[in-house]
C-alpha cells in the first residue's frame, strides 16, 4: 500500500481491472504489436515450453518454431538495465519464459517530445489449466500469423481470477519503440 501511494505521488499511473483498453490511436503500432506477440507467446505455449526454448536452438516443431521467432522478437524490444546481471543457470533471460500472463493496455502517456512514454497495463494471470486450453486451440485463434486480440483469447479460455497492474516505461531513438526491462508491479487493483 504504501508503495503504491509513493509510485501515485510520483505520477505513476494506476489502472483498475475493469478500466477499458488505451484508444488504439493513441498507441503507437509497434508497441501494441509487442504486447499482441506477448499474449500470442504466454497464450499457445506453457512456462516448461518457454523455459525450454529460451535454453536451446529454435525447435523443429512448426507451435513452437513460432513461438521461439516471436520470443526473439519480444526479446530485441526490450533494453536491459544490466545485461547479464541476472543469468537463468547460463543462458539468456527471456522475460516470456519466466511469466505465465496476458496483458491489456489500459492507459499509453507520453512525454512533451514524444519520445518516452509509460503504458499501464492490466495483467491477468494465466493457471496452468487455462493456458492448457488456450494452447490447445492453438490452430483456431493463430493460424497463419495470425496474433489473436487480448479479447478472443479472453473469450476463447475461464476468465484469469488475479488481475495486478503494471507499468511499462518506453522509449524512443531512431524511431523505434524500445521497452526497459524493469516495471513497476502493483499487486492489488
Known amino acids: 500500500m504504501l508503495m503504491a501511494m509513493l509510485l501515485l505521488a510520483a505520477g505513476a499511473p494506476l489502472a483498475s481491472a475493469a478500466a477499458a483498453p488505451a484508444p488504439a490511436s493513441a498507441v503507437p503500432a509497434e508497441v501494441e504489436r509487442h504486447y499482441r506477440e506477448y499474449n500470442f507467446v504466454n497464450a ?7 523455459t525450454m526454448i529460451a535454453r536451446g536452438p529454435i525447435p523443429s516443431e512448426p507451435r513452437l518454431g513460432r513461438i521461439a521467432r516471436v520470443m526473439n522478437r519480444i526479446a530485441a524490444r526490450i533494453e536491459e538495465i544490466d545485461p547479464g546481471m541476472v543469468v537463468a543457470f547460463g543462458s539468456p533471460s527471456h522475460e516470456t519464459a519466466m511469466r505465465s500472463d496476458l496483458v491489456r493496455i489500459t492507459a499509453w502517456r507520453t512525454n512533451k ?6 503504458a499501464t497495463l492490466d495483467v491477468s494471470a494465466l493457471d496452468r489449466g487455462t493456458n492448457v486450453i488456450l494452447v490447445g486451440k492453438f490452430d483456431e485463434l493463430a493460424s497463419g500469423e495470425t ?4 479479447e478472443d483469447l479472453l473469450a476463447a479460455a475461464p476468465r484469469p481470477e488475479i488481475h495486478t497492474t503494471e507499468v511499462h516505461h518506453w522509449t524512443r531513438a531512431g524511431g523505434t519503440w524500445r521497452r526497459d526491462a524493469a516495471t513497476r508491479h502493483f499487486l492489488a487493483n
Open 147 to 150: 496474433l489473436p486480440p487480448i
Open 44 to 50: 499457445f505455449s506453457t512456462k516448461g515450453e518457454r
Open 113 to 118: 517530445e514524444g519520445n518516452e512514454a509509460w
